[in-house]
């Protein structure tokens, strides 16, 4: 073996600690986000930077524009500069809350794959120690006890038990071994117990911890949907109310009721645009992310968090899914006139080159039941493996003897029907969730094997919360109709789907779809991989192949099928929050035309416009603190939001108009009644405070030692 450096043992740290948010990386984002190329990526927000801008250079050169030096006022053209840097600074903060969330459990998995170093097996058996970037797809790695995964891949020789909890948080270790489906390694796990020879299936920057960094940081992700719709119906009130406060100007100047000032209409215009969701927009999306990396679930997308939010149909596969997964041998049954040790003996031979856990399972309880062995030389027999459309497999030896096992469908077309006894014995263990497969020997049926799969616990509760939600489950498995029933009746599947091969499952989806369905699907087998890539939402096992994995757009790192329950609860807290937070921003508006509207007109007296008295429902006198409440309340108002966009609303199954109701009650009563009152309290602080706010005083100093005027 070349080279004797041992590798490094990694850092054991769990994805589910809580991040720990650095306050000063925080403010020092919310400061670096007022480049003008970051608020170009939100549309209203970036409406409000211009105008903040604009008043800006009003402020400190008054003079460059007559027009409006017969209302300037220094103290006031500042003070709504400061409140829209305030509204600006806190829409930023809740964005770097979010990003910094998402960074810190970036930061944890950085500590996973440091230092990591990998047994390379070259093609004349040799090893030798190498960096585990330098390793590309295709290479055979061996790892052995105490050791770290240096890089993903699959298990091609050997049985081991792997801690995974640097990356899931779950103590308990799991096993992968070579055949089936659980062959699956991640970089940076560790073996605990026995060697492995993996092969690598990703290449460094582009291996699962990888992706998942990126993921967690937010680096490159793309406005969902759902966002970029809200994002145009933003951009349409907007653009909407832009022409009705132009309007409004002309028309005032027009009939020569009153003059409005350029810090004025800025602010009605503030105050009149949905500030509040376009502030928290970034933060609920990011966040959404955040929670479901939180449920150790690794969504490769936001579209497919909102998705889940909104499924129709969930397909399920049984095995590994719906059952714990490898089903055992537990059973032999004799075929009549038809010793024991004949199908021990045929049982023996037909798996004897199984490399499945099935097959194993059935060598084992062979063994055990002393079966007589036979010597099979190198070369001196052909292999048969399994395939979709064969259903068995089996072996030839070089006298020209077949042993074959397999579905009893599948050995009744090959060998002819199975004696009617011998029948009977495989539809009763059928019945009862077990799966009968025949052996033969040259055509001659020997007996059966029963396979045990077993369901898990739980599973038939969380698949009723499914229901309860409005979701149907379809089970989808490639056993026979009376096997496939048994174990739906005992999960509580609404429907199943039988002897179901790898295109009937992408049938289904598409029949699904076709209709208007959203659909979901989770799976772990190489099998699976074109239902999950097709699929709306493809929940993959982290126990899984690299190609399931690699179709989905969801990894499930705790390989709980029923986990999609909570990421379809995710999906629609972050719908409903997204609504209920845009439905409390409009809301909030409505009251402000209340504060503002009435405002603007008081400097021309009742007397122009005796019908607007009515409109001042909240009784704000002052002009100048009228306008100033608004704006101060609508700044402050999203830093007190800023929990809620990122811990989401909560949730809890109900109906659409239960939730509608809510909504409406909750965010859209709440949302006007809030506004009213937070005002009214604003102008009452101000108007005792002296009539000008602390900000405004300041103003006055700023304006006597520069002056503003007369620039």
């Not at 074109?530 to 192949?545: E, F, I, K, Q, W």
């Not at 400097?603 to 005796?610: K, R």
């Not at 009228?626 to 108002?637: P, Q, T």
Request: charged share 20%; net charge positive; with cysteine.
């Amino acid at each position: 073996m070349a080279g004797g450096v041992a590798p490094e043992s990694g850092a054991r740290v769990s994805v589910r600690r809580t991040p720990h948010t650095s306050v000063r990386r925080v403010l020092y984002d919310s400061f670096r986000m007022f480049r003008p190329r970051d608020q170009y990526r939100h549309p209203v927000m970036f409406c409000v930077y211009v105008l903040f801008l604009l008043l800006i250079v009003l402020t400190l050169v008054p003079g460059a524009f007559p027009d409006i030096a017969r209302s300037y006022h220094p103290s006031y053209y500042l003070s709504v500069t400061v409140i829209l840097f305030f509204t600006l600074w806190f829409a930023n903060v809740s964005q770097a809350i979010a990003e910094a969330q998402g960074r810190a459990q970036a930061d944890s998995l950085r500590q996973i794959r440091s230092g990591i170093r990998a047994r390379q097996v070259l093609p004349d058996g040799s090893e030798r120690w190498v960096a585990s970037d330098v390793l590309r797809i295709g290479d055979t790695m061996e790892i052995r006890a105490g050791e770290p995964v240096p890089i993903d891949g699959d298990v091609t020789h050997g049985v081991a038990v792997i801690d995974e909890s640097m990356m899931t948080g779950e103590s308990e270790a799991v096993t992968r071994e070579s055949g089936g489906d659980k062959t699956s390694v991640l970089g940076g796990t560790r073996v605990l117990q026995g060697t492995v020879r993996v092969r690598v299936s990703a290449v460094r920057g582009e291996s699962f911890l990888d992706r998942l960094i990126r993921l967690v940081e937010g680096q490159g992700r793309e406005p969902t949907p759902n966002e970029l719709a809200l994002g145009v119906l933003l951009y349409a009130f907007t653009i909407a109310l832009f022409t009705v406060v132009v309007t409004f100007i002309f028309l005032a100047n027009f009939t020569a009721i009153i003059y409005i000032d350029v810090a004025t209409i800025v602010a009605l215009f503030v105050c009149l645009m949905p500030t509040t969701i376009g502030a928290l927009l970034p933060a609920i999306g990011i966040s959404g992310i955040n929670r479901v990396a939180k449920a150790n679930v690794i969504a490769k997308s936001g579209k497919a968090v909102e998705a889940a939010g909104d499924l129709d149909v969930l397909i399920l596969d049984k095995t590994g899914t719906i059952t714990i997964g490898n089903r055992l041998a537990v059973q032999f049954l004799i075929a009549p006139g038809v010793t024991m040790p004949e199908l021990l003996g045929g049982a023996l031979l037909s798996a004897a080159v199984d490399d499945t856990p099935e097959g194993r399972s059935i060598v084992r309880l062979a063994a055990r039941r002393n079966a007589p062995v036979r010597r099979l030389d190198p070369g001196g027999y052909k292999v048969l493996p399994f395939t979709p459309e064969r259903r068995m497999s089996g072996i030839v030896l070089a006298d020209g003897t077949e042993f074959y096992k397999g579905s009893v469908q599948a050995i009744s077309a090959h060998a002819g029907p199975l004696p009617s006894a011998l029948q009977k014995q495989a539809d009763d263990a059928s019945r009862s969730g077990m799966t009968p497969l025949a052996i033969t020997a040259n055509k001659r049926v020997l007996g059966l094997v029963l396979l045990k799969d077993v369901v898990k616990p739980g599973i038939k509760d969380r698949l009723h919360e499914l229901k309860t939600m409005g979701i149907r489950t379809i089970m989808c498995t490639g056993d026979n109709r009376l096997t496939a029933a048994a174990i739906a009746r005992e999960s509580g599947v609404d429907e199943f789907m039988a002897e179901a091969k790898p295109e009937t499952k992408l049938l289904l989806i598409q029949r699904e779809k076709a209709h208007g369905r959203l659909v979901a699907m989770t799976g772990d087998g190489t099998n699976d991989a074109p239902a999950l890539a097709r699929a709306d939402v493809g929940l993959a096992m982290n126990s899984g192949t690299s190609a399931a994995k690699e179709a989905g757009n969801m990894v499930d790192l705790d390989n709980d099928p029923t986990k999609l329950i909570e990421i379809v609860s995710i999906g629609k807290q972050l719908l409903i929050t997204r609504g209920s937070l845009t439905t409390f921003s409009i809301t909030n508006d409505v009251a402000k035309y209340f504060a503002i509207i009435p405002a603007l007109f008081i400097a021309a007296g009742s007397s122009s416009l005796p019908g607007i008295a009515f409109l001042n429902l909240m009784g704000l006198s002052n002009p100048q603190l009228a306008v100033l409440s608004a704006l101060l309340f609508n700044a402050v108002i999203i830093p007190f939001l800023i929990p809620l966009a990122l811990a989401g609303v909560p949730f809890r199954p109900r109906s659409a108009i239960d939730l509608l109701r809510r909504n409406l009650l909750l965010y859209g009563v709440g949302g006007l009644v809030s506004a009213f009152v937070g005002i009214k309290l604003i102008y009452l602080v101000l108007a005792y405070l002296g009539g000008l706010p602390f900000f405004l005083s300041l103003g006055d100093i700023v304006a006597h030692w520069l002056p503003l005027g007369g620039l």
